[in-house]
């Protein structure tokens, strides 16, 4: 079964932190994905990378930034986090080519205080 | 911009109750369709798709789906829920052909199934 692990499922911050969240994907994914989760509003993409090094914004990425240096690993950064960022985190991996088929990781709570 | 409207935010049903969930897209060409669910405590998981053909799609655990392009519309239906069908619904659309394959998620239907 295609893994995608989230480094932390709860993780607490203090307002103008910056905060790394990691993804990593065990299936050769080309495709990369996060979300935010929040009641009421679905899953909003934020960035998502279709190779290594290459990333493209989503609906909602300001306040956050990417890094892919590797093909199995995505990173979201919360540069300087705000309460509003207080939210579930979740990472999506697929094989690309036109397979859309997204496999999910356990996500993070992140709480901003 | 594409768009994806779920109108049903909360639905309780009573067990053998029929479902239907609805899902209406704004885009106007050609579109890949999905329904993905998040059971308690779980990953969001893949529950049917819909790329081209037959437009009735059937799904793990008995759940099946419409594509009717002149409604752009996906409804997601069960004949008889269970109540282990209680999680969250998601419907999602992503456009063909495109550079890159992103999903856009509607804000999800709650679905309580009381037993």
């Known amino acids: 079964d295609v893994k995608v692990t989230q480094s932390s499922r709860y993780l607490v911050k203090r307002t103008g932190e910056k905060v790394f969240l990691e993804c990593v994907q065990d299936?050769?994914?080309?495709?990369m994905f996060w979300y935010r989760q929040d009641p009421g509003l679905g899953l909003r993409l934020i960035y998502f990378?279709?190779?290594?090094?290459?990333?493209e914004k989503g609906d909602i990425p300001e306040g956050y930034s990417v890094s892919r240096e590797k093909k199995e690993r995505f990173s979201l950064i919360l540069e300087s986090a705000s309460t509003n960022q207080t939210s579930m985190y979740l990472c999506?991996?697929?094989f690309g080519g036109g397979d859309e088929k997204l496999f999910f990781g356990s996500g993070t709570q992140l709480s901003v205080l | 911009a594409q768009s994806v409207s779920q109108h049903n935010h909360h639905v309780i049903l009573s067990e053998a109750a029929s479902l239907e969930l609805g899902c209406n897209y704004s885009?106007?060409?050609?579109?890949?369709l999905f329904w993905y669910v998040q059971y308690p405590g779980q990953h969001l998981q893949l529950l049917l798709k819909?790329?081209?053909?037959?437009?009735l799609v059937k799904g793990i655990k008995g759940f099946e789906a419409e594509f009717i392009k002149s409604k752009f519309s996906f409804n997601l239906r069960k004949p008889s829920v269970q109540w282990s069908d209680t999680a969250e619904y998601f419907c999602?659309?992503?456009?063909?052909?495109?550079?890159?394959?992103?999903?856009?998620f509607g804000t999800g239907t709650l679905l309580a199934v009381q037993p």
């Open positions: 299936m050769d994914h080309e495709n």
């Open positions: 999602a659309v992503s456009h063909y052909g495109g550079a890159t394959n992103k999903l856009i």
């Open positions: 990378s279709y190779d290594v090094k290459m990333k």
């Open positions: 819909y790329f081209s053909g037959d437009p």
């Open positions: 999506a991996s697929s």
């Open positions: 885009y106007g060409g050609t579109v890949n």
